[in-house]
């Protein structure tokens, strides 16, 4: 039993040790493009733990019919094939919820979050341990663009606006406003333009960074 | 050296043999069709790539050569089954869930008749509860920045905007998405077909960092407002 990795922990590491913008750097493309507000990020990071949690179940099912040579590959046909299927289900059963994430669904193609944790993960553990992989992953990511679509959102417009996935009251399933909070400063609309991207995100790295070394010497 | 080069005829040959196929088959794709299409290239493929993957790592028995090639195609084989029987038990629903978005765009009318197009109406006319025609409703679809827009809207009788919706879109969620917000659409209302440019030409402001998804949408309205006139005259 001992041999046998701890679930939480494998869910924990996603979160800040594997951190996927912050420490591994991928799925950086996505990131930048669709982090312009706080619902924005919501709706990619959902929609990225459906796929995510697909394809790693499927890749560490597969993972001992896997030839090595061709591994990359299978890889890309099964995350293809789940990001293609998602985007069509979801569009024919839940055309809600496709209204709302529908537009980040085919993005997942460009992330490379999903086929890093195949590579890295899934093609080598069993089933149980690369859900936790992925949840853990996923959790992460949703909060990192989260937190870069509302600072952008904040800095540029001026105001940010707190949603979450629920049963609305039309009985369709979709972004529920929590909240709205405005700050007494002119917007600065290069924040949600490109740029603003960069900017957010090499700041936030620097402050994780530079966060996890003094913390790791404070311990050390 | 002759070694070499056979090496490279034999995977142009799987290539083109690939490619030819698949061209041949690529408009009636149904899952027996995948599915014998998979064999056939199955067929075709596994010596001349079982013999490469064999060349590349010499000392392995090329029985494990040809298993791999087998099952990299017997993989490609369920995935492309699974999506042709996902998008053929789809496709119902698709076309339901979009004449459903009709009475959304003219809550006035009652029924809807198709007019024109072989395969879709050109637009619908639109007759309320009495059986008089109230207006027009259509669906146009038009290349955004990012892939196709589909848009749903309703005129009334003197061709006129009585209503504008995204049906479907792929613009960049921040920028080209808010082509979805009232505060773009609800300038479309109660303007003509002379109007429908962007400013200063015409009446629609541009989203900032959005022109091509703006454009986009006027040009989508004011063509398909036009062809509906022409039509109905």
Redesign the interface.
Known sequence: MTDRPNLFSEFAAGIIKNNPVFCLVLGICPTL??T??FE?GL??GLAFTFVLLGSNVFISL?RN???P??RL??FI??I??FV??ID??L???L?PLYEAL???V?LIVVNCIVIGRAEAYASKNSVLPSIADALGISVGYILVLMLIGGIRELLGTGKITFVMLWLLENGQIGFLELATLHIPIEPA?IM??PPGAFFTIGSLMFLFKFMGKKMSERRG | MVKEELKYVALLLGIIGALFILILVLPMVTVTTILGVGLVVLLLEILPFSYI?YK??KGEPIV?AI???A??TL??MV?AG??ST??ET?QA??AA?LEMVLPRVMPDAATFTPVGGEEEPVYYEAYDDAGNLVGYAFFVSKEGSQ?TILLAGAIDLDYNVIAITVV????????G?KIKEPAFRDQFLGLSVADLHLSPEGKIDAI??ATISSTAVVDAMRTKIGEIQTEVA
């Open positions: 493009a669709v312009t507000s924005n709706g990619m597969l019919q896997t030839p040579i061709v590959p299978i046909v099964i293809a094939t293609t299927i069509i289900v569009q024919a059963y055309p529908g537009i980040f085919p609309t949600i333009l | 993957i590349e790592n494990n298993g791999t090639v099952r990299l993989i490609a995935a699974a999506l996902t998008y789809t629903y698709m869930n892939g479907r879109h792929s613009e960049t969620p921040g920028l998405a900032t960092g």
